[in-house]
């Protein structure tokens, strides 16, 4: 079977150096193995992402070198390839998940959230508490008078267990670790969990490469893919990268964003250095990614965060 591989960033800034790795190894991994990338954009949060970032991204990852074979504003046969212009195939799957039984209105407000749920997690994931989970149908109804409500996966009382590619065997219990978790927002936005599983299956996704930092979505997004009765991909999580004083790289830092990186570095620098971090490049010597195809493997990646050195560029 051919590997599809794919980068689906957010359009809602200036890419950074964690989003580059990303790109890159996505791009490795199919490459190595003979296949296909498409890029698909992520921007359901239609507040925060921009069409020009979209523009801004496209340009960065073709100036670094790394094309792709459909999506974006290439198209192809997925089209469309923004999540903004694919909500009926997300409102279908909600159908469906809705016809199984495991969805349910939940009016909680944001305040209400945070006051119930404590977070659980360094990453700042929170567990619902579930107080929506077992209204009656005159509450619910009752609730709906002054509230719209968001909708939430009813998850069973399981782990779920998966390999994956890189990191190894992950578990995680849905009630205790995930807790119910949103389809869609109240103000009709579908939610990232949903769209992704749904995007993936249908542009035929085999292989998902991204942060460690979304490895516990994964076991939500498999089970989204067992109640719609997809095929999951398989998944490689990769480390993150952080700065120099060990906190995660965000989009709001200029300094290492692609704006300061491309007035400052060519793109074999830029290459060169996050492959020397990634364990693919025995030193930080530029170089392209096309020539760092036949050496890939995941073997190589480190599985701790990696720190970027203050010298960086
Ligand atoms: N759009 C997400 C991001 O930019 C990535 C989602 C994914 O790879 O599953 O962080």
């Not at 949103?182 to 299956?201: I, T």
């Not at 516990?216 to 480390?239: E, I, N, V, W």
Request: proline letters at 6%; aromatic letters at 6%.
């Amino acid at each position: 079977m051919e590997t599809i591989g794919r980068f689906a960033p957010s359009p809602s800034g200036r890419m950074h150096l964690g989003n580059l790795l990303c790109a890159l190894l996505a791009w490795l991994s199919a490459k190595s193995s003979g296949g296909r990338i498409l890029l698909r954009i992520e921007d359901l949060d239609t507040v925060r992402c921009k069409p020009e970032h979209t523009a801004r991204l496209e340009d960065d990852l073709l100036w670094l070198g790394l094309d792709w074979d459909e999506g974006g504003s290439r198209g192809g046969s997925c089209a469309p390839y923004e999540q903004s212009r694919r909500s009926e195939l997300y409102q279908s799957a909600l159908d469906r998940l809705t016809e199984l039984g495991v969805v349910y209105p939940c009016f909680c407000t944001r305040a209400q959230l945070h006051a119930a749920s404590a977070p659980h997690r360094e990453d700042g994931l929170t567990v619902y508490s579930g107080t929506c989970r077992d209204l009656t149908p005159e509450d619910q109804a009752q609730k709906r008078l002054t509230r719209v409500p968001a909708l939430r996966l009813r998850v069973p009382d399981e782990s779920i267990t998966f390999l994956d590619g890189h990191m190894g065997i992950v578990t995680e219990s849905l009630p205790l670790d995930c807790g119910d978790f949103l389809l869609r927002r109240s103000d009709g936005l579908f939610a990232y969990q949903l769209a992704v599983v749904v995007d993936d299956a249908a542009m035929g996704v085999t292989e998902v490469v991204r942060g460690a930092d979304l490895l516990s979505s994964t076991p939500r997004q498999l089970l989204l893919y067992r109640l719609l009765d997809l095929t999951p991909p398989k998944f490689y999580h990769f480390p993150l990268l952080l700065d120099a004083s060990g906190r995660r790289l965000s989009k709001r830092d200029g300094d290492i964003g692609l704006d300061a990186l491309r007035r400052r570095c060519q793109p074999e620098e830029v290459v060169g250095t996050l492959a020397y971090l990634a364990g693919l490049n025995p030193s930080r010597q530029p170089c392209t990614p096309e020539s760092l195809i036949d050496t890939f493997s995941w073997d190589l990646v480190p599985k701790e965060d990696i720190r970027l050195p203050a010298d960086l560029f």
